[in-house]
């Protein structure tokens, strides 16, 4: 039995606040370590309050940051390292796997193996994005990567474009982030789908190609007057233009006739999701930044015929006309023809449905994705 910790920013617990694609992936790894008899430890820093609690089998550490102008997260670092060191010399930990975003051990130095999973860092989506990087992000970041004792990367794409960005030479293991398939089946739903229906469900942000949904979904309903789009997900500000609401700038974009059909739910309880994509005909994905998106994993699990971005990681999810559609998010038109297409043909939506369920039993099932990340660990320990 191996003793493994995660050290995250968020995690899906009612008790730790918000958690996007990250805290789902550590969630879903974490369920897949229990059941293969390993113990599973969390430690969420940025949090209200220190506090520890069991559930669900894991382990939990709350940290509450310290704040002192200038020296708080040098502080927080030193607090994390302390509590994950004396858990090791009392035996509780065995090795520790980090996130790369803005470098968080960059300053922590570990009685244990430290391992760096790219799932995507600031300066990586700056990169994608094509914005500056602030220079304390990007030295922090790289400071991380250097100090770590090995690398992982959710997708091949990922590790390549970190490499080239921060001039490393080490050598990423590529382990894809994995869904629990029972969260996702649909053996014991009925299929509710309603006709017509686009889902969208993410972060309404510009890199994940919210302020182009409009515009597609204007070409889809220039075709087709029945469809409808849901768009589920919290509202962020843009940090183009310093909007402080994404949707506000959506709005006004979706054509008069075209928006009487669009509803935007804001976000919905993890353990609701799975309602809602049973009841989408199509999921949509226009996004220009990700590293591994657990959404479209979810909706491919759910036998979910889907239409997403061609972009670089794209290729490593979705096998194009096989079991989903990959299109540029900025050709608007080609976008909508595919939505189309999938909404117009049952029996080719049931056909890219069920290869995209046999695409992530294969390789996104977190008993598939648990193993590849045990043997990892295995040999780092030893």
């Known amino acids: 039995m191996m003793k493994i910790?995660?050290?995250?920013?968020?995690?899906p617990h009612a008790k730790t606040g918000f958690s996007a694609g990250i805290g789902t992936s550590i969630m879903n790894l974490g369920k897949g370590l229990l059941q293969l008899g390993h113990q599973v430890t969390i430690v969420i820093y940025g949090q209200d309050k220190d506090e520890t609690f069991f559930d669900n089998g894991f382990t939990f550490y709350k940290i509450k940051n310290k704040k002192l102008k200038g020296f708080s997260r040098i502080l927080t670092q030193k607090k994390i390292e302390k509590l994950i060191n004396d858990l090791v010399v009392k035996g509780e930990i065995d090795v520790v796997e980090a996130a790369d975003w803005t470098g968080i051990t960059s300053n922590i130095n570990l009685k244990c193996p430290l391992v760096i999973k790219l799932h995507g860092s600031d300066t990586y989506f700056c990169h994608l994005d094509q914005r500056p990087v602030k220079f304390l992000n990007r030295f922090r970041e790289k400071k991380a990567l250097q100090k770590a004792n090995a690398?992982?990367?959710v997708s091949q794409y990922t590790a390549t474009v970190t490499k080239e960005l921060f001039a490393l030479s080490n050598d990423f293991t590529v382990i894809p982030n994995g869904i629990d398939l029972a969260d996702f089946s649909v053996a014991e739903m009925k299929n509710t789908a309603a006709e017509n229906t686009i889902l969208y469900f993410g972060t309404l942000i510009r890199k994940k190609g919210s302020l182009e949904l409009p515009l597609i979904f204007n070409e889809v309903f220039k075709q087709n007057k029945q469809a409808k789009l849901i768009l589920i997900g919290r509202?962020?500000?843009?940090?183009?233009?310093?909007n402080s609401s994404v949707w506000a700038m959506m709005q006004p974009l979706f054509d008069t006739a075209a928006f009487q059909n669009v509803t935007f739910l804001g976000s919905v309880p993890y353990d609701q999701m799975k309602t809602h994509i049973n009841a989408s005909t199509v999921c949509v994905f226009p996004t220009f930044a990700e590293a591994l998106p657990v959404s479209w994993i979810e909706a491919m699990a759910m036998q979910k015929a889907i239409v997403a971005s061609d972009i670089g990681w794209a290729k490593?999810?979705?096998d194009d006309d096989v079991n989903g559609f990959l299109v540029n998010p900025k050709e608007h038109q080609v976008f909508a023809k595919k939505i189309n297409i999938l909404l117009e043909n049952t029996s080719l939506r049931s056909q890219i449905g069920a290869a995209a369920k046999a695409k992530v039993q294969q390789k996104f099932s977190i008993e598939v994705v648990?193993?590849?990340?045990?043997?990892?660990?295995?040999?780092?320990?030893?």
């Open 235 to 242: 509202d962020a500000a843009d940090i183009t233009t310093g």
């Open 370 to 382: 648990a193993q590849q990340s045990a043997a990892f660990y295995q040999k780092l320990i030893r």
């Open 5 to 11: 910790a995660f050290l995250t920013t968020e995690y």
């Open 316 to 318: 490593e999810v979705i």
């Open 151 to 153: 690398w992982l990367s």
